[in-house]
């Protein structure tokens, strides 16, 4: 049982995909994590994010990295996306997704590309998304509640400049795989969201 969860940032997608892998028991991975590592080792001398070289080059990066704190910062998704359009680097990170989705038993994964590059033969797939306002104003909120000093504007001008790039470029853009559920969850709390993914994940079991 392959479950693919895509969507944009702050979408919910990633509360959805540990939920279901919980509900069916199944390892999960957060795809974005991978991004975020790469984006964050340029930061750490390895370069420049916009330069493919030197973002193919962060790829090796040490997978202690992976617990860092630091993946999770804003500044580091940022990053991300910028290392994320180079084909060269979506390849380098390809072959370790899709290991992890072939595993026996199978698995869940979200990011952008789950269900129509890392594993078109998913057995369910979820576009997790809600409108841009939304999403801003429950990453403002969650911010805040961290301490951050950041405004709505500038977290909505940062999920409009994300949306852009993930779905702008050229290579495995984000985008809904035709089979996948579109769960737009603008007008639900979490917990309606979770229910409504299980609820369709059961009728592909
Ligand atoms: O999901 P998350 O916000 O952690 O992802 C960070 C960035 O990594 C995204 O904005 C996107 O550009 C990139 N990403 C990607 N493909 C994936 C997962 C993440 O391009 N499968």
């Known amino acids: 049982m392959i479950i693919a969860v895509d969507g944009p940032t702050a979408s919910g997608k990633g509360?959805?995909?540990?939920?279901?892998?919980d509900h069916f028991g199944l390892p999960v991975l957060d795809t974005g994590l991978l991004y975020r590592a790469v984006g964050y080792q340029t930061q750490?001398?390895?370069?420049?994010?916009?330069?493919a070289a030197d973002a193919l080059a962060a790829c090796d990066f040490p997978d202690t990295l992976l617990d860092d704190p630091a993946l999770r910062y804003e500044s580091t998704g940022g990053l991300a996306s910028r290392v994320s359009i180079h084909p060269a680097v979506r390849k380098a990170?390809?072959?370790r997704q899709v290991d992890f989705a072939n595993?026996?038993?199978?698995a869940v994964l979200d990011g952008?590309?789950?269900g129509t590059v890392i594993a078109p033969?998913?057995?369910?797939?979820?576009?997790?998304t809600a409108s841009p306002e939304e999403r801003a104003r429950r990453r403002h909120a969650e911010m805040r509640a961290r301490g951050v000093d950041v405004t709505y504007d500038a977290v909505l001008a940062d999920?409009?400049?994300r949306d852009a790039r993930d779905t702008g470029r050229a290579d495995?853009?984000?985008l809904r795989a035709d089979d996948a559920l579109l769960l737009d969850n603008s007008d639900m709390d979490i917990d309606e969201a979770i229910a409504a993914a299980i609820a369709f994940v059961e009728t592909k079991v």
């Open 103 to 106: 595993q026996p038993g199978g």
């Open 159 to 161: 999920v409009h400049a």
């Open 93 to 95: 990170l390809f072959q």
């Open 44 to 51: 750490l001398g390895h370069g420049d994010p916009d330069n």
């Open 121 to 128: 033969h998913a057995d369910a797939k979820l576009f997790v």
């Open 172 to 174: 495995a853009p984000l």
């Open 112 to 114: 952008r590309d789950i």
């Open 15 to 21: 509360t959805i995909a540990r939920a279901l892998a």
